[in-house]
């Protein structure tokens, strides 16, 4: 399976210098890994919010549903 190419989402942002290069979300020192890695544990989007102070809903949601897309099948050409 290829690797996501996150620079396609805009919820989230690579910055030189900002957590090593690390995807973090846009205007946040967040990784986009911590959400991955939390939601495995159990947690849920409310409870990430209250946790990382900084992060929104809507922003969890738009990772969540790009990484979703990336899932789908491409469409055959006929």
Known sequence: MAALDWSLCPAVERVPG???????????RIPVSAVFENL?????IDELV????????????????FA????????LAS
Do not use: C, H, I
Request: glycine residues 10%; aromatic residues 8%; hydrophobic residues 40%.
């Open 40 to 44: 495995e544990d159990g947690m849920t």
């Open 18 to 28: 900002k957590l090593s290069g690390a995807w973090v979300f846009r205007g946040t």
């Open 50 to 65: 209250q946790l990382y102070d900084g992060l929104t809903r809507e922003q969890v949601q738009a990772v969540l549903e």
């Open 68 to 75: 979703a897309k990336s899932l789908q099948a491409p469409s």
